[in-house]
């Protein structure tokens, strides 16, 4: 390895990408949310899993969804656990409680905010980040704050 390639920021951690998350990671790629709908009973269902946790249905199709919702709660992350991290921190890591069912929660970072400012209930949307070249995750921002 050369001295510039060690000085080179860290990449981030390396990501499983499976069959059942593909379309997820896909469709963050093309900034969309899109998370798995059960075709029998409507249940929108995250992360992604082979089977229906309501009716046990497998026809599970990747629908988008609005990107709206709400903070369910937080944490302010203050160490770096991989060297990615370590210019990032402090970070927020949230639960955010999707508009379009109850109990729709996904973890996300929280960005746009400083810790003190944030309240359980918070409207936020998402919005992407290119964590690389082919690595684009879901983020969330206070609702009606500049993407």
Not at 55 to 70: A, I, Q, T
Not at 73 to 92: G, I, N
């Amino acid at each position: 390895m050369t001295q510039q390639a060690d000085l080179a920021s860290p990449a981030p951690p390396e990501m499983v990408i499976d069959a059942l998350s593909a379309p997820f990671w896909a469709a963050a790629r093309q900034r969309r949310l899109e998370l798995q709908r059960c075709q029998d009973c409507g249940l929108f269902i995250h992360f992604p899993r082979p089977v229906c946790r309501r009716c046990g249905s497998f026809r599970l199709e990747f629908e988008p969804v609005s990107g709206r919702g709400s903070v369910y709660s937080y944490t302010e992350t203050r160490r770096a656990f991989h060297p990615f991290f370590a210019d990032r921190v402090p970070y927020l890591l949230a639960s955010i409680e999707l508009a379009e069912q109850a109990d729709l929660r996904m973890l996300s970072n929280l960005v746009g905010i400083a810790e003190p400012d944030v309240r359980f209930g918070m409207p936020v949307e998402v919005t992407f980040e290119d964590l690389s070249p082919d690595l684009t995750i879901p983020v969330f921002v206070p609702a009606g704050s500049p993407a």
